[in-house]
């Protein structure tokens, strides 16, 4: 990272304040004589620029609260969706149960899916973002006065991880109660089959007492 030695730059063409601003994100330390004489920066661009503690304490904030209402939505929504995928695979899990697997075993089953989807959901959705911040770069340049190889260099590439990781542990979270009520479930439960409404009635026999007729 960064430049290793020293140049000195000649020609007609002088080096602006925009060449030693996109040198400078490739950590290279630029004098230029253009820049000192006629075309000195505003103090808005020079460095360091400095920081308001209240608002980024404010923005820190508001991005902590959007990221903890958004886990919980999705939570709101992803459980119900593992939670009936388990329910479909009641069967499936109650052969593996009376097969021999541990409760353990049948929990895992559960919580490997919510990892698999978070990861695969993590790296899709990380992928996504990268390439609309890629699209959206001249346009971001534009409202900024950067160009898109500075909207590139600023991009926070430590999101990428921390959405993949977000994104599994929000996927294994999901799975949390749905493991759990796969580990309690009885085998001979989960193998008979439930029947539906229309296959049950009920009737009343000669002494009063209800009885259930299957058709």
């Known amino acids: 990272v960064g430049v290793d030695g ?26 230029s004589r253009h820049v000192l004489t ?12 400095q920081i308001d503690a209240a608002t980024m304490l404010n923005h820190m904030v508001t991005v902590v609260i959007t990221m ?21 695979s009641r069967r499936v899990l109650g052969l593996a149960a ?15 899916q919510g990892l698999v989807i978070g990861a695969i959901g993590g790296v899709l959705g990380s992928a996504l973002g990268f390439a609309l911040t890629l ?4 346009a971001i340049g534009a409202l900024r006065g950067s160009t898109p190889l500075e ?21 294994f979270a999901a799975t949390i109660a749905p493991a759990r009520h796969v580990a309690r479930m009885h085998p001979v439960d989960a193998l008979k089959d439930r029947p539906t409404r229309e296959e ?14 299957t058709s």
Do not use: C
């Not at 006629?38 to 661009?45: L, N, V």
């Not at 697997?101 to 490997?112: E, N, V, Y």
């Not at 699209?135 to 001249?138: E, K, S, T, Y």
């Not at 049950?200 to 007729?213: P, Q």
């Open 6 to 31: 020293h140049y000195l730059v000649v020609g007609p063409e002088p080096v602006t304040w925009a060449h030693t601003r996109s040198m400078n994100l490739l950590q290279a330390i630029v004098i």
């Open 38 to 49: 006629d075309g000195y920066p505003p103090a808005s661009q020079l460095y360091p620029i």
């Open 68 to 88: 903890l209402v958004g886990m919980l939505l999705v939570l709101f929504l992803v459980t119900p969706a593992f939670t009936v995928s388990a329910d479909q």
């Open 98 to 112: 009376a097969s021999g697997a541990a409760p353990r075993d049948l929990s895992r089953i559960i919580s490997s």
């Open 135 to 138: 699209a959206a770069g001249p």
């Open 151 to 171: 909207i590139l260099h600023g991009f926070s590439w430590s999101s990428l991880p921390m959405g993949i990781v977000t994104a599994i542990i929000i996927g």
């Open 200 to 213: 049950i009635g009920y009737g009343e026999s000669a002494n009063g007492v209800d009885t259930k007729l």
